[in-house]
């Protein structure tokens, strides 16, 4: 069996025994969560997401770019605005964007930055990276108003640290 009859047979239970018909698009926690798109770092099982729970946006390095941002703004435009949100930055331990410091010119336009500001986006540190990415939502009209946290995963571990609370705790 190959990999794409593998999935389509695991879809197929899924249907038959997970799938829930009428799930709301914004999520039952009215919560989005950016993240990684490293396998190992899947929200849903990092943090027991159930479907219909909530959206996730995955980047490389589960970074807040400009991409990132544009995405928020179409969701929010085909009316995935519930009102107040819950919006998690999920970053994680030994993540592959720190191999990409000898490529300054790629990370400079993944960031769409000048690569003199590249130290800004603390790539070698996921507790900074973290509260940088949650500092520019915060900044953002499209989002300031929303409670915005970031979490750090030890992919070692499998924890989740708070390195940036709510400001509504």
Request: proline residues 6%; charged residues 15%.
């Amino acid at each position: 069996m190959n990999t794409l009859e593998m999935l389509e047979k695991r879809n197929q239970e899924f249907a038959v025994h997970q799938f829930t018909a009428g799930l709301p698009p914004v999520g039952t926690l009215k919560t989005m969560i950016i993240s990684c798109v490293d396998a190992r770092v899947d929200p849903a099982h990092i943090l027991g997401l159930e479907p219909g729970d909530a959206m996730v946006i995955r980047s490389i390095g589960g970074r807040v770019t400009p991409a990132t941002l544009q995405t928020i703004s179409m969701l929010l435009s085909i009316g995935a605005n519930p009102g107040n949100m819950t919006l998690i930055v999920l970053h994680h331990t030994q993540c592959g964007i720190t191999r990409m410091v000898g490529k300054p010119d790629t990370l400079a336009d993944y960031f769409q930055i000048d690569t003199a500001e590249l130290a800004t986006k603390a790539i070698l540190d996921p507790r900074a990276a973290v509260a940088v990415d949650v500092a520019v939502l915060k900044t953002n009209p499209l989002t300031s108003e929303w409670d915005i946290s970031g979490l750090v995963y030890d992919v070692n571990t499998g924890l989740v640290e708070t390195v940036v609370a709510p400001d509504s705790l």
